[in-house]
């Protein structure tokens, strides 16, 4: 090299190559069942999945799990085969196969060989339709989500997840965990899961994905073949899950007296996936504490050394989800910590943000989006959301031209109509000796313990 | 089925040393750029532990002309993709970018290879030894079973071994880490020849190949620096030890020293985690939670290290189990594993979804050029990347009973027992 290199300013970019979302088909059979299939190629594996209108809120008022539990047993035996015939089967073709319900629906998926297509398929209406729910199956799983529940005490995270929704959700199916509940799971019935199976799995409102290395052409047929036959009932619309109203802020204390670490959360409700300010707000909380460089981790970890991330985000579901700031932060801190957080939220409704912050924060997201595109399972995620909620197909082309169009103005408008810190839940798992008095002054607070495990000694 | 991706490779090594490795892979207009030191934990010594991973934190604090926050910032400002990771062996940092960025990528790692010292302050230091201590606590200390698993390895390698103190440290030593320290690990470690860099994605390869000569190509060089081998036998006598800890549930863990990774028994290992654990028609899974049900968990797998391999089995109980039950059905599977090869499905289970991971992770531009950057660090051979299902392919179930014959035996194996400490939460 003849010439020193400039090092005092970063080079100038080449020009970029244009993007599009990568090409799928969309279409329904005659029953009613959504389709979508994403062709690719590169590695010969194929991913499919199953989306059914069976998810937790549908729940009965007293059957929180009922919709986890009925998913969990989809796989654990069909008219066909045992639940241990079905995992031999699968895992021999070195396929993986998951069931699982959230809130917004179940899931079927199968990621497999890319010769193996037609057996994927087959499996997929084998498990929706032709569930038996054994009752040995049954009670071994409700054992399994009571051991599940018992241990859940020793993880801190989970345990300020599960306060934020009781106190934001309460009364609401949002208020549980999609386990259930130590009262709840030892009262679902077989009778309960075979009427929610009933009910809700079923083609209308139901959609598969297919992706990865094959032909649409084959699979279309296959298709048709093993769920076109699958007999329509129409299914009603969930009712919408309303939280109830709050009025000022409040702390709730979950007691771990010898935590060498606090869980900290703030959280009001949010809002709905198809709100139509859904995109600007995911611009909004990029530059909250949805990035690494976002306001809120920039403050907590890296001028105050209170934590290793700190991060916000809209938790997106069919009915408004919460809005959470979350931090694992030294004990001693917990207090400093969120008013930290409580000023940046201020700061973000009183101040139009900078204009390069701005727009470093929309070529971030823009130009990060076809990063998460380079695997099947990237993409069927997102035609997943288009199936859940009901999307239009050219969803993501709009939503990255709206982020990009965004002005400070919108955010600071935005901030003060989505924004609440007068209103906001603080949840800290930790030491509440220690905790106390930190959070005191942020509004009236509660403590919390850990009910001892059902068994254990007292 | 084929794998339609491109596999051809180029490699340079530049005067200063730098082992180069290029990837072209034109699929989507991104480039992966993947540097990874021969540095890790095991670089350290015993009382000054935890130092490659609080440097890698540093790494990310700007260099000479790059500012404090500006690494992230620049990258994730045009839509990239970065972070660094430390193990054992070594420290990687990896940035992934829209193809038009590349120089950008390049200018921030070479800035940060060439020009880091002069950026360096007690300041920065200060705040990062907190962060630091903050991961320590999260993923460790306020973690169920966490200070056991550490235990763990102090209970399978002595305490002269590097694999004996967690990749992240002591907080005591984290605490005393000075910037003295950190200045001469750099010197020591971060120098061209102790290095891979590795493009993979949409470029030419001449073309990038000027670009990385015109940014690395003037740090200065210097030799390689002298590395010991640690190797270690399988354990001369069998190793027991009963711990509590604030959980509801007792945990059993097994863990023997196997040969390191990249051996054939090394692979072995591997597979044979996957015959004895993965997925629920797994002997493991099928008898302890699906049949007997004494577990609520179970699991096998490998550490792909590069002094020596170690080989894991971990199991929870379930409520009203006693952690010995668990563990005589534990070493009930390894001695079966040892006096037969594995059942023929077991076997083609393992092997089918050993395939279909390999696969998974060929699928992201990253991870490929991650693996090369692996190969080319611990065996000069990047193009090993494309072989790992090979390797796993050409053993056979009578291959694997010997190997758990011979280095998964109880008498060269540590059990360690976790038990709920009875106290307040």
Redo the contacts between chains.
């Keep these: ?1 003849t010439v ?2 400039d ?11 244009p ?1 599009h979302f990568p090409r799928f088909e969309r279409f329904r059979l005659d029953n009613g069942l959504e389709v979508f299939l994403a062709p690719r ?5 194929i991913e499919l999945s199953l989306l059914l209108p069976a998810g937790a809120e549908r729940n009965p008022r007293d059957r929180p799990g009922l919709a986890t539990l009925t998913a969990a047993l989809l796989d654990e035996g069909s008219l066909r085969r045992t ?2 015939e079905i ?2 089967t699968i ?6 196969l998951a069931t699982r319900a959230d809130w917004n629906g179940a899931q079927i998926e199968v ?5 193996d297509l037609a057996t994927g398929v087959e499996l997929l209406a084998e498990l929706a339709r032709e569930p038996q729910f054994p009752d040995h199956e049954l009670e ?1 799983l409700r ?2 989500a009571m ?2 529940l ?2 859940r ?4 995270a989970l345990l300020a997840e599960e306060a934020l929704a009781r106190a934001l959700y309460f009364d609401t199916p949002y208020e549980h965990l999609l386990l259930g509940s130590e009262q709840s799971v030892p009262t679902l019935a077989r009778a309960d899961v075979v009427e929610f199976h009933r009910s809700w799995y079923r083609p209308a409102g139901a959609a598969v994905l297919i992706g990865g ?1 094959f032909e649409p052409a084959a699979a279309r047929a296959m298709l048709e073949r093993s769920l076109g036959d699958w007999r329509d009932l129409p299914a009603a619309p969930p009712s919408e899950i309303l939280a109830p109203r709050r009025d000022g802020r409040s702390v709730l204390i979950v ?7 606090t ?1 900290l959360r703030l959280a009001h409700v949010g809002i709905r996936r198809d709100h139509p300010q859904r995109n600007r707000l995911a611009l909004l909380n990029a530059l909250l504490g949805g ?3 976002s306001r809120i981790n ?1 403050n907590l ?8 991330g700190a991060s916000s985000r809209f938790v997106e579901r069919r009915s408004a989800g919460p809005f959470v700031v979350g931090a ?3 004990n001693q801190v917990a207090g400093a910590a969120a008013r930290e957080v409580l000023a940046e939220l201020d700061r973000l409704r009183r101040e139009p943000v900078a204009d390069d912050e701005l ?3 929309q ?9 998460t595109l ?3 399972g990237g993409v069927l995620s997102r035609l997943q959301e288009l199936a859940t909620y009901g999307l239009p197909n050219d969803t993501f082309d709009r939503a990255l031209d709206e982020i990009a169009a965004a002005s400070p103005r919108d955010l600071l408008r935005l901030a003060n109509d989505f924004i609440r810190p007068e209103e906001i839940l603080i949840v800290a798992v930790g030491p509440a000796e220690q905790l106390r008095p930190q959070l005191g002054e942020l509004g009236p607070v509660e403590v919390v313990e ?1 009910a001892p ?1 059902p ?3 007292a | 089925m084929t794998i339609a991706l491109p596999r051809e490779l180029r490699r340079e090594r530049l005067a200063n040393g730098l082992d180069v490795v290029l990837y072209p892979d034109r699929t989507l207009p991104l480039v992966a750029v993947n540097l990874w030191y021969h540095v890790g934990s095991k670089n350290e010594r015993p009382g000054r532990t935890g130092f490659a991973h609080l440097f890698e934190h540093m790494l990310f604090q700007g260099s000479a002309h790059v500012g404090t926050n500006d690494h992230f910032r620049h990258l994730q400002s045009i839509g990239g993709v970065a972070n660094g990771s430390t193990w054992y062996d070594r420290t990687n940092y990896y940035e992934t970018v829209p193809a038009h960025q590349l120089d950008l990528a390049l200018w921030l790692e070479s800035d940060r290879m060439g020009f880091l010292l002069p950026a360096l302050d007690q300041r920065k230091l200060d705040n990062q030894r907190d962060v630091v201590m903050n991961e320590r606590r999260q993923r460790v200390d306020n973690q169920p079973y966490g200070r056991p698993y550490e235990r763990l390895f102090e209970l399978l390698v002595p305490p002269d071994h590097p694999y004996h103190w967690p990749v992240i440290g002591t907080m005591e030593d984290i605490a005393a880490a000075t910037l003295e320290e950190v200045r001469e690990f750099f010197t020591t470690w971060y120098t061209p020849a102790n290095a891979v860099l590795t493009l993979g994605g949409d470029f030419d390869p001449d073309d990038a190949l000027d670009r990385v000569a015109r940014y690395f190509g003037e740090i200065p060089g210097g030799a390689a620096p002298e590395r010991t081998r640690h190797p270690l036998p399988p354990l001369a006598a069998p190793v027991r030890e009963r711990v509590e800890d604030a959980v509801q549930l007792p945990r059993i863990y097994l863990a023997f020293r196997t040969p390191p990774f990249g051996t054939r028994d090394w692979f072995a290992a591997s597979l044979l985690s996957s015959v004895l654990g993965e997925g629920k028609s797994s002997p493991l899974y099928h008898d302890l939670v699906y049949g007997r049900q004494i577990a609520q968990d179970v699991a096998a797998y490998v550490y792909p290290t590069e002094e020596i391999g170690i080989f894991l089995l971990v199991a929870t109980a379930k409520p009203g189990v006693t952690p010995e039950t668990l563990a005589e059905a534990l070493w009930d599977h390894l001695g079966r594993a040892a006096s037969s090869p594995p059942a023929a499905a077991d076997l083609e289970r393992a092997r089918n979804s050993t395939l279909a991971g390999i696969y998974g992770h060929l699928e992201t531009l990253d991870h490929r050029a991650d693996q090369l950057s692996m190969y080319a660090t611990y065996f000069d051979r990047p193009d090993l990347a494309w072989q790992e299902a090979e390797r796993y392919l050409e053993l056979g179930g009578d291959e694997l009973a010997a190997f758990a014959g011979s280095a998964l035996a109880r008498a060269h194996g540590v059990e360690l027992t976790v038990v709920p400490d009875g106290g307040g939460r």
């Design positions: 090299m020193a290199l090092r005092s300013s970063p080079p100038k970019a080449g020009r970029p190559a993007f190629q590169g590695v010969p594996t639940g241990p995992a031999a895992e021999r073709l070195g396929a993986r990621d497999l060989l890319a010769r071994r054992r399994q051991t599940e018992i241990r005490r020793d993880q801190p290395d007691d771990r007296p010898r935590a060498a670490q869980e990035k690494f460089t920039l970890r890296e001028r105050h050394g209170f934590t290793y694992a932060v030294a727009a470093e924060t070529s971030y997201l823009v130009g990060v989006f076809p990063y380079q695997t099947t850990i495990a068994g254990a000694p």
